[in-house]
């Protein structure tokens, strides 16, 4: 069975904290999505991997396919990065028909 | 700016009624999606459509149609609602199956009583 687990569930931090959440799966995949979910319940794409590491800002994600883990990074947390992070793999073959997602780890930025 | 809109952010129906759960994207996008998300589950995908008329059954459909009569709108609809049904539900769409994963709507907060 195609799994996607993230660790921590939740996660609570103190302002400018360096902050990681991880995403490992199964099997092989084509790409692997970050999603954020902040509290009205909208869902905004952050990264899209396949290989290696993207950067945008305080976020950079990395992905080592040889592990089956990717890692999602926030430096100099802020207040306003509380949310919910959310991992989905595309698997091969797959469609977004087929994206497996995280439960998602809520992160809580205190000032 | 792109836009997936939902109907309602927050609906409560009754449970044996038909609720009917609206989505609209205004990117001319081919595939549209109704997810739900229930605490400790994550998203799960319940149906999408790749075209006009066209739908395919996703993770849990048991429970719930869709219709896809224009290009633009995608609606969910729970034949006769349960209490299990309870839930977020999420509507969004993509230009392509594949990556990258497209725009989601905000949501819709739908308890049945």
């Known amino acids: 069975k195609n799994e996607v687990e993230q660790s921590p569930q939740n996660l609570t931090a103190q302002e400018g904290e360096f902050i990681t959440i991880n995403c490992s799966y199964s099997v092989g995949i084509s790409a692997l999505h970050w999603l954020q979910q902040h509290p009205g319940g909208g869902i905004v794409s952050l990264f899209m991997?396949?290989?290696g590491k993207k950067k945008h800002g305080r976020l950079i994600a990395t992905i080592n396919i040889q592990e089956k883990h990717s890692s999602l990074h926030i430096t100099a947390s802020h207040p306003r990065d509380s949310a919910v992070y959310i991992c989905a793999a595309v698997y091969y073959g797959g469609s977004q028909g087929n994206l497996i997602f995280g439960k998602g780890t809520k992160l809580s930025v205190k000032p | 700016d792109v836009k997936v809109t939902q109907s309602s952010r927050y609906l409560v129906k009754r449970t044996g009624e038909k609720v009917f759960l609206e989505c609209v994207q205004d990117?001319?996008?081919?595939?549209m999606f109704w997810y739900r998300q229930d605490p400790g589950l994550g998203l799960r995908l319940i149906y999408f459509s790749y075209d006009v008329k066209m739908k395919e059954k996703g993770d849990i459909p048991e429970g719930y149609s869709v219709s896809r009569e224009k290009k633009e709108r995608f609606s969910l609809i729970l034949e006769s609602a349960s209490t299990n049904q309870t839930s977020m539900y999420l509507c969004?769409?993509?230009?392509?199956?594949?990556?990258?994963?497209?725009?989601f709507g905000d949501g819709t907060r739908l308890s049945i009583l």
């Open positions: 991997l396949s290989s």
């Open positions: 990117m001319d996008h081919e595939n």
């Open positions: 969004a769409s993509s230009l392509t199956l594949g990556p990258p994963l497209g725009h």
